[in-house]
């Protein structure tokens, strides 16, 4: 009995072991294990592994995941490029950087470079290191993807913001369904001859929980809310007659019934209840699957002027990569903008796939771009006008303005708790603040 | 070797290796972090943990003046008055009503647990949809019977009472599991004994079951109510805090602070620090009734 004891504490003193050391080679280092998992020493000697960390988890990132594959079967210098996919990118890669790690390259939004910029090399010399033609490159997107001269992204996608008008509604409301409302007036005389209550049908459709869209309209009126006032920002809301417009007519569609007091939308969009709306190009995916005849334009212009206001997502290369991992991230890079002997790329493949506007000359010219009529509207925008989103493209805070100033001004005037000065005098106290703390 | 063996061998040390998995596991998810979010509370330090700056409590007299941690905190005191009781409560007239094992009983329960095992993100999609004040079933079925159009996600107001029914929707099983099963180790015997001196069934409830299964009403109590302090998930999906921050609890208002927006992990652990505090005063006070009751 004594024996059986013994063998029982041992197996048990076995058994805690295990876990423990099962734990702890949880948290082993992945590149170890990713080496024995190929079975394959000789080829990660031979060649460069590079991991790629992004948040495409839609359905984009499925053919993001092929065209990989693709690079990964193509590529003659034994490049790998090890790619993860994450809904929690940001945490992870800030995790990551604070642990002293991190990948070598990322894909995000250009803006990433205010929260991780000691963590991204300047990649200016991937033009000269590779065959690359900057001049190919939109120059204002290169610019948004700039600090002064060093660049820290390579653009990927250009996400701007377009009209979407129901041709069927339009017609139903006696407008004609190929000429969308050009000013801000039309838009609210539009929106209210298109509504109809008693089909749950609304003319206008701007989301007071949809700061992107909320945004991209406000700009159009109002100009940007932080701007370079020599050499210093400087918040401009309270007092801002284009704001003060924007918001006194989202106000008013409100109260009249034209416009739903919803969060979400894009259902309402996508189930042909919504007569005119501001999104990005996943709309045109709801759209089509939900078969709605739609047209798609550029947001009316108002007092600010012309503007191309964009996001820019791209390529960059973080700190924890060596040189040689940064030149074989140069080649990926490099091969998604380059034609293959058929005169397609990865870039117009994507651009057309997913219906994004080119951040290239050679991609706009192609003829199997210039046959998408989505994207030759995305285009027409005046590459040249600025592309700065709501804020001045070098100013860091952008991200709070938009998820803390902005939201609260719109909800404020939305549910009347405040008047529509009162919301702005508010958002520019809130706006000063964050100003104030990016300058010090 | 054998003299270490021997050594662990006695079963009053041997004990420790068995406690040894678990009590790593514990300090290392739990305890160093919770350390860690202590210390960060007295540091201006952004989500990369670079550049840090020790302000001492700072953060914390920044929390007291900052009126959405305020109005946050006022959200999580109505979320949590309605859902506890409601929960509690509710999931112990529902277990009194399937605790005999028979069949239907058993269906009746794998049902009240399904929403349990489905994920916060699924269920706050779907009653999202169902909800919405358009194209939502619920809206409509409504409309159609002449109730009107009723924004049930777009009403501040109302749209708490609803994220607190989902919620309440979504865990309630797993409380009503556990009440069963406290249910059902109750003598037999009692219940006979009660019967023959004639009580009816809910003087048998009130009198045998309620007694007998106090413990466990003290622990469905205090993790809902540590539960609907920290909730984030249904509210994230659902709201995401809104109508006009209505219903926008500690949680939700600390992850956006860590992650949506200046990445002030140093502010966001403060108020981390503050929730915990109240969360363990909650406990501790119903801890020592709890004792003070047995």
Redesign the interface.
Known sequence: MKKVNKWKRLAALGVSAMMIFSTVACGSDSKEGSKTDDGDVKKSTKGTTISFWNSFTGSDGDMLVELVNRYNEENKDGITVEMDISSDFDSQLSTAFAAGTGPTMILSSSAYRFTYGDYMQDIGDVFDKTNLNKDDFIQSYLDYCSEGDKLYFVPFQVVGYYMYWNKDLFQAAGLNPETPPSTWEEWQSYAEKITDEGKNIYGSGISYDYPYQIAHMMQRLGGLAVKDDNGSWKADFAGNTGYTDFLTMYKTLIDNGDNPLEADTDSMVSAGQIGMTVGGPWVTAGLDTAGVNYGIGLIPQGDAGDMNSVEVLGFSVTTTASDEEKEAAYKFIEWWNSENTEGSSPALEWSVSNGFPAYTYSVQEKEEYKQSEKLSVMSSANPDAPTDFIVDSSFPGINDILNDVIPEMINSVAFGNASVEDALEKAQNTADKIVEEYSK | MKKM?KY??KPSR?AY??L??SV??LI?FSVVPLIIAFGLSLFDV?????SARFIGLENFAEAFQDSRFINSLKVTAIFTGLEVPLQVLGALVVAALIAKNNIKNKIFRAVYFLPVICSATAIGIMW??IL????GFVTAALQSMGLG?I?F??T?GLTIFVVSFISIWRSFGISAIIYVTAIQQVSASLYEAAEMDGAGKIRQFWHITAPSIRPTFWYILMTRFAGALQIFDIIYIT??G????TTESTVTYIY?RA?????SMGYASAMSVILFAIIMVVTVLMYHKMNQED
């Open positions: 063996i662990w061998n041997s290796l068995f040894a998995p790593i596991l290392l952004s989500i990369t943990m670079d999202k949809m919405h004040s358009n194209i159009k924004n996600l777009n501040p709201t995401n809104g109508p006009n921050y956006s992650f949506s927006s200046r990445s």
